[in-house]
Each structure stands twice: as C-alpha cells, then as structure tokens.
C-alpha cells in the first residue's frame, strides 16, 4: 500500500486532489474568487511541505542517546547531497 501524497492535477505535494478540490469548493462558498484560493491552498500546501522538511531534520539532529549530531542542519545535509552527486558523477 503506497502512501498518497500531493496532486498532479494541482501541483501540490502534500495535498491531495481530493482535499483540493473540498478546500476550493468551501473557500469560494464563504466568498473567496478561485484565484485567492488557489493561492491560499498553494501557501497551505507549501507550509505543509515546509513542516514535514523540518521534521525529518529534527529527527537527524540527535543520536539515539540523545546527543545532538555534528552538521546536522539543512545545509549540511544539502551539502552532503552535492558532495554525493560530485562523487558520482566523477565514476561515471
């Protein structure tokens, strides 16, 4: 069983189409156009999507005893990603 996450159709990714579209209908019903939200959805979806990349760092920052680990911050880990693909990319 796979885990749904985000809308092709609506290019979000934590929201689904499904919620998507209760979201749209419910805003536009209490007096919102479907351009305000469309972009309040998308700032809602990115927020989202902000929090769960923060939570996985979070969960990276500490050992299992509780010590909180060196270059544990999201630029490290973004740098350590570069430095992965560099390593790659010179095998090839």
């Known amino acids: 069983m796979s ?4 809308s092709t159709t609506f290019g979000t990714s934590v929201i689904r189409t499904d919620e ?11 007096g919102e156009t479907v351009h305000e939200a469309a ?7 990115d927020c989202m999507s902000l929090m769960r990349t923060r939570s ?8 299992s005893t ?5 270059d544990a911050t999201l630029s490290s880990m973004i740098e350590a990603r570069i430095d992965q693909l560099c390593d790659e990319l010179k095998e090839i």
């Open 20 to 30: 998507y579209i209760m979201m749209a209908k419910i805003m536009v019903k209490n």
């Open 39 to 45: 972009a309040d959805i998308k700032m809602i979806d």
């Open 66 to 70: 509780g010590r909180k680990r060196k």
């Open 56 to 63: 996985i760092i979070v969960s990276h920052q500490f050992t």
């Open 3 to 6: 885990l749904k996450s985000g």
